[in-house]
Protein backbone atom coordinates (compact mmCIF):
# COMPACT_ATOMS: atom_id res chain seq x y z
CA UNK A 1 0.00 0.00 0.00
CA UNK A 2 1.19 3.34 -0.99
CA UNK A 3 1.61 5.94 1.96
CA UNK A 4 -0.83 8.93 2.19
CA UNK A 5 1.19 12.38 0.77
CA UNK A 6 -0.28 15.00 3.08
CA UNK A 7 -0.73 18.47 0.83
CA UNK A 8 -1.13 21.73 2.42
CA UNK A 9 1.63 24.55 4.22
CA UNK A 10 3.95 23.89 6.56
CA UNK A 11 4.25 26.36 9.90
CA UNK A 12 7.70 27.14 8.32
CA UNK A 13 5.51 28.18 5.01
CA UNK A 14 2.72 30.09 6.92
CA UNK A 15 5.34 32.55 8.66
CA UNK A 16 7.54 33.77 4.96
CA UNK A 17 4.37 34.31 3.76
CA UNK A 18 2.94 36.09 6.51
CA UNK A 19 6.05 37.79 6.50
CA UNK A 20 6.27 38.71 2.77
CA UNK A 21 2.67 40.37 3.05
CA UNK A 22 3.84 42.44 6.31
CA UNK A 23 6.44 43.79 4.10
CA UNK A 24 4.83 44.29 0.96
CA UNK A 25 1.92 46.34 3.19
CA UNK A 26 4.88 48.01 4.63
CA UNK A 27 5.96 49.77 1.54
CA UNK A 28 2.60 50.45 0.13
CA UNK A 29 0.72 51.91 3.20
CA UNK A 30 2.89 55.27 2.96
CA UNK A 31 2.86 55.40 -0.59
CA UNK A 32 -1.09 55.43 -0.72
CA UNK A 33 -1.66 57.46 2.57
CA UNK A 34 0.77 60.02 0.71
CA UNK A 35 -1.36 59.63 -2.23
CA UNK A 36 -4.75 60.09 -0.81
CA UNK A 37 -3.50 63.06 1.19
CA UNK A 38 -2.08 64.73 -2.11
CA UNK A 39 -5.42 64.14 -3.83
CA UNK A 40 -7.34 65.91 -0.98
CA UNK A 41 -4.89 68.87 -0.85
CA UNK A 42 -5.27 69.07 -4.32
CA UNK A 43 -8.84 68.57 -4.32
CA UNK A 44 -9.06 71.59 -1.66
CA UNK A 45 -7.00 73.95 -3.48
CA UNK A 46 -9.80 72.88 -7.25
CA UNK A 47 -12.83 74.06 -4.65
CA UNK A 48 -10.81 77.11 -3.38
CA UNK A 49 -10.02 78.35 -6.90
CA UNK A 50 -14.00 77.90 -7.37
CA UNK A 51 -14.93 79.94 -3.96
CA UNK A 52 -12.10 82.51 -5.28
CA UNK A 53 -13.82 82.53 -8.75
CA UNK A 54 -17.21 82.78 -7.36
CA UNK A 55 -16.52 85.58 -5.02
CA UNK A 56 -14.44 88.11 -7.37
CA UNK A 57 -17.45 87.64 -10.03
CA UNK A 58 -19.66 88.72 -7.21
CA UNK A 59 -17.66 91.79 -6.20
CA UNK A 60 -17.33 92.94 -9.81
CA UNK A 61 -21.11 92.46 -10.58
CA UNK A 62 -23.16 93.55 -7.34
CA UNK A 63 -22.07 96.86 -5.82
CA UNK A 64 -24.03 96.46 -2.88
CA UNK A 65 -22.47 92.92 -1.99
CA UNK A 66 -19.20 94.73 -2.68
CA UNK A 67 -19.76 97.49 -0.03
CA UNK A 68 -20.61 95.05 2.16
CA UNK A 69 -17.17 93.02 1.56
CA UNK A 70 -15.21 95.83 2.63
CA UNK A 71 -17.46 97.24 5.53
CA UNK A 72 -15.99 98.13 8.72
CA UNK A 73 -14.67 94.68 8.79
CA UNK A 74 -12.11 94.22 11.84
CA UNK A 75 -11.87 90.62 11.86
CA UNK A 76 -8.45 91.23 11.30
CA UNK A 77 -5.13 88.38 11.78
CA UNK A 78 -0.92 88.52 11.33
CA UNK A 79 -0.69 85.63 9.00
CA UNK A 80 2.95 84.24 8.21
CA UNK A 81 2.42 82.09 4.57
CA UNK A 82 5.27 79.71 2.73
CA UNK A 83 4.35 79.13 -0.97
CA UNK A 84 6.43 78.27 -3.92
CA UNK A 85 7.19 81.76 -4.19
CA UNK A 86 8.49 82.45 -1.39
CA UNK A 87 7.21 83.34 2.73
CA UNK A 88 5.41 86.24 3.27
CA UNK A 89 3.61 88.35 6.12
CA UNK A 90 1.09 90.22 6.34
CA UNK A 91 -2.47 90.89 8.22
CA UNK A 92 -5.36 89.64 6.64
CA UNK A 93 -8.71 90.71 6.98
CA UNK A 94 -11.58 87.41 7.13
CA UNK A 95 -15.24 88.54 5.77
CA UNK A 96 -16.76 85.23 6.15
CA UNK A 97 -16.89 82.19 7.00
CA UNK A 98 -18.39 78.57 6.43
CA UNK A 99 -17.95 75.38 8.02
CA UNK A 100 -15.78 72.54 6.03
CA UNK A 101 -15.95 69.56 8.31
CA UNK A 102 -17.42 66.70 6.93
CA UNK A 103 -20.35 65.23 7.94
CA UNK A 104 -21.40 67.96 10.34
CA UNK A 105 -24.03 70.66 10.77
CA UNK A 106 -24.00 73.52 13.15
CA UNK A 107 -27.77 74.73 12.91
CA UNK A 108 -26.98 78.22 14.04
CA UNK A 109 -24.34 78.74 10.97
CA UNK A 110 -24.93 76.21 8.50
CA UNK A 111 -28.42 77.39 7.94
CA UNK A 112 -26.93 80.72 6.18
CA UNK A 113 -23.82 78.77 4.03
CA UNK A 114 -21.38 81.43 4.36
CA UNK A 115 -21.65 83.55 7.62
CA UNK A 116 -20.47 86.92 8.62
CA UNK A 117 -17.38 87.97 10.23
CA UNK A 118 -19.69 91.25 11.49
CA UNK A 119 -22.67 92.28 10.95
CA UNK A 120 -21.72 95.20 8.15
CA UNK A 121 -20.56 91.95 5.62
CA UNK A 122 -23.49 89.37 6.06
CA UNK A 123 -25.09 91.26 2.89
CA UNK A 124 -22.08 89.96 0.91
CA UNK A 125 -22.60 86.57 1.97
CA UNK A 126 -26.55 86.11 1.84
CA UNK A 127 -25.02 87.06 -1.88
CA UNK A 128 -22.59 84.51 -1.96
CA UNK A 129 -24.95 81.83 -0.56
CA UNK A 130 -27.65 83.22 -3.53
CA UNK A 131 -25.12 82.36 -6.01
CA UNK A 132 -25.16 78.55 -4.95
CA UNK A 133 -22.44 76.04 -6.01
CA UNK A 134 -20.75 75.93 -2.48
CA UNK A 135 -23.20 76.11 -0.20
CA UNK A 136 -24.94 73.06 1.11
CA UNK A 137 -24.27 71.16 3.48
CA UNK A 138 -22.43 68.14 1.77
CA UNK A 139 -19.71 66.15 1.10
CA UNK A 140 -18.37 68.24 -2.00
CA UNK A 141 -17.84 71.27 0.07
CA UNK A 142 -16.11 69.35 3.21
CA UNK A 143 -12.25 70.00 3.51
CA UNK A 144 -10.41 67.17 2.52
CA UNK A 145 -7.13 67.62 3.60
CA UNK A 146 -8.04 68.57 7.73
CA UNK A 147 -5.26 66.82 9.25
CA UNK A 148 -1.50 68.57 9.00
CA UNK A 149 1.94 67.58 10.22
CA UNK A 150 2.45 69.74 12.37
CA UNK A 151 -0.84 68.85 14.73
CA UNK A 152 -2.75 71.28 13.12
CA UNK A 153 -6.52 70.46 11.83
CA UNK A 154 -8.40 72.63 9.60
CA UNK A 155 -12.76 72.64 9.58
CA UNK A 156 -13.45 76.18 8.05
CA UNK A 157 -13.02 78.09 4.82
CA UNK A 158 -12.37 81.22 5.16
CA UNK A 159 -12.90 84.02 2.65
CA UNK A 160 -10.34 87.30 2.97
CA UNK A 161 -8.49 89.79 1.81
CA UNK A 162 -4.93 91.56 2.42
CA UNK A 163 -5.40 94.68 4.91
CA UNK A 164 -2.68 96.53 2.73
CA UNK A 165 -4.49 95.35 -0.54
CA UNK A 166 -7.75 94.84 -0.88
CA UNK A 167 -7.84 94.14 -3.94
CA UNK A 168 -6.24 90.83 -3.18
CA UNK A 169 -9.05 88.16 -2.42
CA UNK A 170 -7.24 85.02 -0.91
CA UNK A 171 -9.51 81.84 0.23
CA UNK A 172 -8.11 80.34 3.51
CA UNK A 173 -8.37 76.71 5.23
CA UNK A 174 -8.80 77.60 9.34
CA UNK A 175 -9.31 75.88 12.33
CA UNK A 176 -12.50 76.88 14.51
CA UNK A 177 -11.28 75.46 17.94
CA UNK A 178 -14.92 73.84 18.01
CA UNK A 179 -16.57 77.39 18.68
CA UNK A 180 -16.74 78.17 15.00
CA UNK A 181 -13.48 81.51 15.59
CA UNK A 182 -12.02 82.48 12.61
CA UNK A 183 -8.51 81.44 12.69
CA UNK A 184 -6.51 81.09 9.40
CA UNK A 185 -3.65 78.67 9.81
CA UNK A 186 -3.17 77.89 5.92
CA UNK A 187 -3.52 79.86 2.32
CA UNK A 188 -5.02 77.79 -0.44
CA UNK A 189 -5.62 80.20 -3.13
CA UNK A 190 -4.15 81.73 -4.88
CA UNK A 191 -0.68 80.64 -4.22
CA UNK A 192 -1.04 77.87 -2.17
CA UNK A 193 0.75 77.47 0.75
CA UNK A 194 3.76 74.12 0.66
CA UNK A 195 1.21 71.97 2.58
CA UNK A 196 -1.08 71.86 -0.20
CA UNK A 197 1.20 72.21 -3.18
CA UNK A 198 3.34 69.45 -1.27
CA UNK A 199 1.56 67.53 1.60
Known sequence: MKGK??????LVELVVVIAIIGIIAAILVPTLMNYVKKAGAKADVAS?????????????EDEDAKTSFYKY?????????????GSDSYDLV???????????????????????GNNESQE?????NAAG?????????SMKHRNHPDGVKT???????????KDRIEIWAGNSHGTFESDPKYRVYPSPEKEYTNP
Open 5 to 10: NSKGFT
Open 94 to 116: VVCKLNGAANTRRKENDSVGWHK
Open 155 to 165: DLWLLCYRSDD
Open 133 to 141: GFVEQTKAR
Open 73 to 85: NTTVFHVDTESIG
Open 48 to 60: AKQLYNTATQLLM
Open 124 to 128: FCDAL
